[in-house]
């Protein structure tokens, strides 16, 4: 349901500043805005994206845990994609994604959720299995004790 007034809010809302403006400063400037945020966002990303797969290649070479700059990537190229959409608020959230603490903050936000969803989720293996821990004596009679049951075999 949520997905669902987001992409009805949203077109809205850009609509609205779209008008208001546009009215402001007119046409021309709010087309020339939009191009120039267009341009700015593409810079800015492939710059970001540069560095972190540099990072990422450092990590990966260094056998280090590579989900950071991964998951930073995913948000820098999220953030691609805001500032290449016509509109103001998508630029201004766009660009928030390009700030690496606003960045670093929100991917905290997400792993703590995906690593509560898992954790929440998991199973532990033989979860259904009951241990029991114990000591022992072996007991086992010898061969040519009364008590082998099979002594009879052995004649």
Same mark, same amino acid.
């Given at each position: 349901?949520?997905?669902?007034?987001?992409?009805?809010?949203?077109? %809205?809302?850009?609509?609205?500043? &779209?008008? $208001?403006?546009?009215?402001?400063?007119?046409?021309?400037?709010?087309?020339?805005?939009?191009?120039?945020?267009?341009? +700015?966002?593409?810079?800015?990303?492939?710059?970001? +994206?540069?560095?972190?797969?540099?990072?990422? $290649?450092?990590?990966?070479?260094?056998?280090?845990?590579?989900?950071?700059?991964?998951? =930073?990537?995913?948000? %820098?190229?999220? +953030?691609?994609?805001?500032?290449?959409?016509?509109?103001?608020?998508?630029?201004?959230?766009? &660009?928030?994604?390009?700030?690496?603490?606003?960045?670093?903050?929100?991917?905290?936000?997400?792993?703590?959720?995906?690593?509560?969803? !898992?954790?929440?989720?998991?199973?532990?293996?033989?979860? =259904?299995? *009951?241990?029991?821990?114990?000591?022992?004596?072996?007991? *086992?009679?010898?061969?040519?004790?009364?008590?082998? !049951?099979? !002594?009879?075999?052995?004649?």
């Amino acid at each position: 349901m949520w997905l669902f007034i987001l992409f009805f809010t949203v077109p %809205v809302i850009e609509i609205v500043l &779209f008008i $208001k403006v546009g009215s402001a400063i007119g046409l021309i400037p709010t087309v020339f805005v939009i191009l120039i945020t267009a341009l +700015a966002g593409t810079f800015f990303v492939k710059q970001q +994206a540069s560095q972190l797969f540099d990072l990422f $290649k450092r990590k990966a070479g260094n056998l280090e845990d590579p989900s950071e700059p991964i998951g =930073h990537g995913v948000l %820098v190229l999220f +953030a691609g994609a805001l500032l290449l959409t016509p509109g103001f608020f998508t630029d201004v959230f766009g &660009f928030l994604l390009l700030i690496p603490n606003f960045r670093y903050w929100l991917f905290r936000k997400i792993e703590k959720r995906f690593i509560h969803i !898992k954790s929440f989720n998991k199973e532990t293996p033989n979860q =259904h299995e *009951t241990i029991y821990d114990a000591d022992y004596t072996d007991i *086992t009679p010898n061969a040519g004790s009364p008590w082998n !049951k099979n !002594k009879h075999l052995k004649d």
